[in-house]
C-alpha cells in the first residue's frame, strides 16, 4: 500500500521529476489550447516586404540610424538566449505532454524570428563588417551585453539541474521561468518594440513595423503560456510563493528596467524628437508594474504608459493581423483577436 509521502498517492505535480508521456487523461488541457491556437498564428519572413524600408533608412537623421543600428543588432541575438532557454531548462522540467507540444511550437516560432532578424540585418546592413559586429553584439555592444549577461545570471543556475528534487531547486525554476517571460519577453522586447511603432507612427519603416506586429504577437503569446505555468505551480506548490520569491521577482524587474534603461540610453543619446530616455523609464517601469501584478505580486512604480503610439497604433495592427494577410495563405484560421493592457 502506497503511503501519503510516496508519489503514488497524489497525482502527480507540474514540476514533479519524470517525462509524462501520456496525453488522455489530458491533465492540462489549457496548455494544449494554447498550442492549438499558436497553430493559427502561423506567418512566414517571406511575407514581410522591407523594401520601402531601404528608401526610409536613407532617410533617418544619424542619431535614428544609430538606434536601427543598435535595435537590430540586439535582436539579432535576444531570440536566440530564448531559444537556448526553451531546449535546455523549460522541456526538460515542465513534465505535461500538452506544454511540451506548446513549448515545441514556440522553437519554431523563436526560429522563424531569428530567421526574420537576419532578414533585417542583411536588408539595413549591407556592409559585411557592419553585420558581422551586429552579430557579435553580445560580446562588444556593453548595453546589449548588460542585457544578456542578466539573463544568464538569474537563467544560467538551473541548467545544470537534471530534476527538481527540491523546493530550492524548483524556487530556482521558478526565477528562471519569470526572467525568460516577464523580463526578456515582457521586458526586453516591450521595449525594443516601443521604438519599432514609434518609427511607425511618424510613417517610417513599415516592413519593419509589420514583422514586429506578427513577432509582438508570438511574444505575447509565448508570456501568457508562461504565466498560466506560474499560475499552475501556484496552485499545486502554494508554499514556494512566499515573501523571499516575492522580494526576489521584485529585484529581478527592477534590475531587468534598469538594463534596458541603459539600452536606452545607448539608442537615444540625449534624445530623439518623441523619444528619450525618461520617456522609456515611464514605459519599462508601466510594463513592470503589469508584470508584477499578472504574477500576483505588488506593483511598485505606479508610472503610466507616456506613448500613446503602443495602445493606438499597436493594438490596432495586432488586432487586424488576420485581416491583412494575403489571400494564398495556406492555414486556416479561426476566431478572433483580443489584447489586454499588457502594452
Not at 512566414?44 to 528608401?55: C, F, I, N, P, R
Not at 532557454?85 to 506548446?102: C, D, G
Not at 524570428?113 to 558581422?132: A, G, I, K, M, S
Not at 505555468?229 to 534590475?255: G, I, N, S
Request: overall charge negative.
Amino acid at each position: 500500500m502506497p503511503t501519503p509521502e510516496t508519489p503514488a498517492a497524489r497525482q502527480q505535480n507540474l514540476l514533479d521529476p519524470g517525462f509524462e508521456l501520456t496525453l488522455r487523461p489530458m491533465r492540462y488541457p489549457d496548455f494544449y489550447e494554447r498550442y492549438r491556437d499558436a497553430i493559427k498564428n502561423t506567418w512566414t519572413v517571406e511575407e514581410v516586404d522591407l523594401h520601402s524600408d531601404v528608401t526610409d533608412l536613407a532617410k533617418l537623421t544619424p542619431g535614428e540610424q544609430h538606434l536601427i543600428g543598435r535595435l537590430v543588432a540586439f535582436f539579432a541575438t535576444g531570440d536566440s538566449i530564448v531559444a537556448n532557454n526553451l531546449v535546455l531548462t523549460l522541456y526538460k522540467h515542465i513534465n505535461s505532454p500538452e506544454a511540451r507540444l506548446y513549448l515545441s511550437r514556440q522553437l519554431f516560432e523563436e526560429a522563424v524570428h531569428v530567421q526574420f532578424y537576419l532578414t533585417l540585418l542583411d536588408t539595413y546592413l549591407p556592409d559585411p563588417e557592419d553585420r558581422n559586429a551586429a552579430f557579435a553584439a553580445v560580446e562588444n555592444i556593453p548595453s546589449i551585453r548588460e542585457k544578456a549577461q542578466f539573463c544568464f545570471r538569474w537563467m544560467d543556475q538551473v541548467e545544470k539541474i537534471d530534476q527538481l528534487e527540491t523546493q530550492a531547486d524548483r524556487r530556482r525554476f521558478l526565477l528562471n521561468l519569470i526572467c525568460f517571460a516577464a523580463c526578456i519577453e515582457g521586458l526586453f522586447f516591450y521595449g525594443a518594440f516601443a521604438y519599432v511603432y514609434w518609427f511607425r507612427s511618424r510613417g517610417l519603416l513599415h516592413g519593419l513595423a509589420t514583422g514586429t506586429n506578427w513577432v509582438f504577437r508570438d511574444e505575447t503569446m509565448h508570456m501568457n503560456f508562461a504565466f498560466e505555468v506560474v499560475d499552475t505551480v501556484r496552485k499545486e506548490e502554494p508554499e514556494l510563493f512566499d515573501d523571499e520569491l516575492r522580494q526576489q521577482v521584485t529585484d529581478m524587474l527592477a534590475e531587468a528596467v534598469e538594463a534596458e534603461l541603459q539600452f536606452g540610453r545607448d539608442l537615444c543619446g540625449d534624445g530623439l524628437p518623441g523619444m528619450n530616455t525618461e520617456s522609456m523609464r515611464e514605459y519599462l517601469q508601466c510594463v513592470a508594474d503589469q508584470r508584477l501584478t499578472r504574477l500576483g505580486f505588488a506593483p511598485v512604480y505606479g508610472s503610466e504608459n507616456p506613448f500613446s503610439f503602443m495602445e493606438l497604433q499597436g493594438v490596432q495592427e495586432l488586432t487586424n493581423f488576420f485581416e491583412r494577410r494575403p489571400s494564398a495563405y495556406q492555414v486556416a484560421v479561426e476566431g478572433s483577436v483580443g489584447f489586454d493592457d499588457d502594452f
